[in-house]
């Protein structure tokens, strides 16, 4: 992992020990690998923090920081909080909030100094919220907030899932906790004492934003959108002037990253957990519609069972009459009115139940500059070649082709080398999905190199 960039996911063992250089108060355990306080141990406000030092030694004072999250219940008010530039004893700092109550999520960013808050900034950002079923109840969000320096004062911008530009900005000009490193991480705000918690933390990560860190220690430039795109263009036309508008290499970076994602196999880092809740009466579920491949068992939350996902021909077989109560298989019926898989449970739900499934999805279609590929830093940097291979279909240099060719090869055996370790080193793999068949390269006059 790259010393400028940190994520933890959480993928451990139910019940096992948070541990992974986290310092935390209260009792969190990791169930369907996501964290959650303990029901007999709970406490009103856990933090779960560590160094930034500790996550990567040449991320310094300016950086993102981004949770991902789901609350079950938010007939009261229930919050997930970033922590950021937090001094040890966590009474200094920036806080940026975000509440979910009765239908209604809220982001806030705060500023913390000995212990005692003062608002910088608020929004209703619901509009924004991941929804299912017209409800962001056990649905998880994800959550960025962008913190630096910029004179003598800190800016922080908040993101929320897929928005391109910043939900909430905010400046601190006021004794600004200027160029300090501290701790980071959350804090989670759940005030039901004695019962499991509402709030799933899914993974948290950090990443260094700039190139310098002011006067302090250099940082790698980190591969965006933008970046790809200008390497791109920069390997396809050299020195030709190419009448190929930007549109046209930004669809191809795009196709890029799908071939990349699909040539890798079901590659990990494609892979994420999708929450959903059952209503009663409601037999069919959409998973989103970028999921290619998904689990063959569905989780129940609470523990309180499984629902196997079987072909439709066993489906059929077990299943000969029509029923309520809690489902215990589902089958793929079709596709959604969202493009996404849709699952049919049985018997028909009698009661609302919140579920997981782990699922592989291709990676999110960029469109911004500054938008962050869904692939691995450390194969943005092939994603190119794969743009010079569609390019150099109008270029009379065979040599040109050749190179783009062999290049591209290259790029897409380590993808899939690279989801072949993590594959063999995982106790886990998704078994079950759509079967595109070859890729574009494959079928391509450049393709034919063989295995890996």
């Known amino acids: 992992m790259s010393e400028a960039y940190f994520i933890d ?9 948070v541990a992974n250089g986290w310092t935390f108060n209260g009792d969190l355990q990791i169930i369907n690998q996501t964290v959650r306080q303990n029901g007999a141990s709970a406490v009103d406000q856990v933090k779960l923090v560590r160094n930034v030092s500790s996550a990567g030694s040449e991320i310094g004072a300016e950086y993102a920081v981004q949770v991902i999250a789901a609350c079950d219940d938010d007939t009261v008010a229930r919050a997930v909080n970033l922590f950021l530039r937090a001094d040890t004893a966590g009474s200094d700092g920036y806080l940026v909030r975000m509440t979910w109550e ?3 999520l809220t982001l806030r960013v ?4 000995g212990g005692a808050d003062t608002v910088l900034g608020t929004v209703v950002a619901t509009t924004y919220a991941n929804l299912s079923s017209a409800s962001f109840d056990s649905v998880f969000q994800s959550l960025t907030a962008r913190i630096y320096d910029e004179d003598e004062s800190v800016k922080i911008e908040v993101k929320l899932n897929d928005e391109a530009d910043p ?16 701790q980071f991480g959350v804090i989670i705000d759940d005030n039901d004492v004695g019962v499991a918690g509402h709030i799933f933390i899914n993974s948290i990560a950090i990443q ?17 959108f933008g970046r790809i795109l200008k390497q791109a263009i920069a390997e396809s036309t050299r020195d030709s002037n190419s009448h190929i508008d930007d549109e046209t290499f930004k669809m191809w970076v795009n196709a ?27 037999q069919d579920y959409e998973l989103p519609n970028n999921v290619i491949y998904y689990d063959d068992v569905l989780h129940d939350t609470a523990q309180a069972g499984a629902i196997n996902v079987v072909p439709p021909a066993t489906f059929r077989r077990n299943v000969t009459t029509t029923s309520s109560g809690t489902p215990y298989e589902a089958y793929e019926v079709g596709v959604g009115p969202n493009g996404g898989v849709l699952l049919r449970l049985y018997p028909n739900p009698s009661e609302a139940r919140t579920y997981t499934i782990r699922v592989s999805g291709t990676p999110r279609y960029l469109e911004n500059d500054d938008d962050t590929p869904d692939v691995p830093q450390s194969l943005c940097q092939w994603i190119s070649w794969g743009v010079v291979v569609r390019y150099s279909g109008r270029d009379s240099d065979r040599t040109h082709i050749r190179h783009a060719g062999q290049m591209w090869s290259q790029g897409l055996k380590m993808a899939r080398r690279q989801s072949n370790r993590s594959t063999a080193a995982a106790k886990h793999h998704i078994g079950i999905g759509l079967n595109r068949g070859n890729n574009d390269y494959a079928r391509s006059r450049y393709g034919g190199f063989g295995g890996v």
């Open 9 to 17: 996911d959480f993928a451990r063992a139910d019940n096992a020990d």
């Open 256 to 282: 890029a990253m799908q071939e990349m994602y699909e040539y890798a196999h079901r590659p990990r880092w494609g892979e994420s957990i999708f929450t959903f809740k059952t209503k009663a009466g409601t």
């Open 102 to 104: 009765t239908d209604v």
């Open 167 to 182: 939900v909430l900005s905010v400046t601190d000009n006021s004794y600004p906790q200027f160029r300090a490193k501290g």
């Open 110 to 113: 705060a500023k913390l100094v």
């Open 208 to 224: 260094a934003i700039s190139e310098v860190q002011g006067a302090y220690s250099l940082q790698p430039r980190y591969w965006t």
